[in-house]
Structures are given as C-alpha cells and as structure tokens.
Nanobody, 122 residues
C-alpha cells in the first residue's frame, strides 16, 4: 500500500522560504511521477507542482511558477517542494500525491498524504 508522509510545514512571514518534504513507501518510488497540491480554507484544491518518474520533466501551477521548485531523491524515496518568496495567498494545507502515471499528474491522484499546514503572514 502506498503511503505518503509530508513534513516541513510551518508559519512564516511573507518573503520567507520553506521546504516541504514527502516520504513515500509501499512501491518502487523511482517508477512514478510525484506531485504537490494545496487547499486553502473555502477554496478548491489547487495543483502546485509535479515531477516525472526520472525527474526529467517538471510542471508548475501558474501561481507558483518561478517561486517554487520540485525535486526528488530516489535514493531516499522523497520528493521536496522548495518554496521561495512566499506570499499570504500561499497559505494552505499542502498535500503530497501520486498515481500510477510516470510523467504527468492527473487532476485527482489516487494516493494522498495527510497534508501539512503552511501559513504565511504579511
């Protein structure tokens, strides 16, 4: 069974940086794409970033393009999200997710972590 565990959330000031990490287990990590989504209170879930199985392709939501960077470490079975120049509108619960795809991330992945809270104050 696929398990995803996020860490690294917290409360920061606008302009600060934060790094989230997701540890995966339950299947060969290096064979599948990984992604991050977020959901703010009262808002729809939003795609943040994804990375292909070999790290060769990365994808970002428009609102985080140029500020966030997704990366993976297949030796550690982890996928990280480096978040720079954080804004109050980045405040949300961030979820790690994966599916059975190798390159892209579907809108509703099959497997989810429990989420980690990120709060950015102005």
């Amino acid at each position: 069974q696929v398990q995803l565990v996020e860490s690294g959330g917290g409360s920061v000031q606008a302009g600060d940086s934060l790094r989230l990490s997701c540890a995966a287990s339950g299947r060969p990590f290096s064979s599948y794409a990984m992604g991050w989504f977020r959901q703010a209170p009262g808002k729809k879930r939003e795609f943040v970033a994804a990375i292909s199985w070999n790290g060769g392709n990365t994808y970002y939501g428009d609102s985080v393009q140029g500020r966030f960077t997704i990366s993976r470490d297949d030796a550690k079975n982890t996928v990280d999200l480096q978040m720079n120049s954080l804004k109050p509108e980045d405040t949300a619960v961030y979820y790690c997710a994966t599916d059975h795809s190798r390159n892209a991330m579907p809108a509703s992945p099959r497997y989810w972590g429990q989420g980690t809270q990120v709060t950015v104050s102005s």
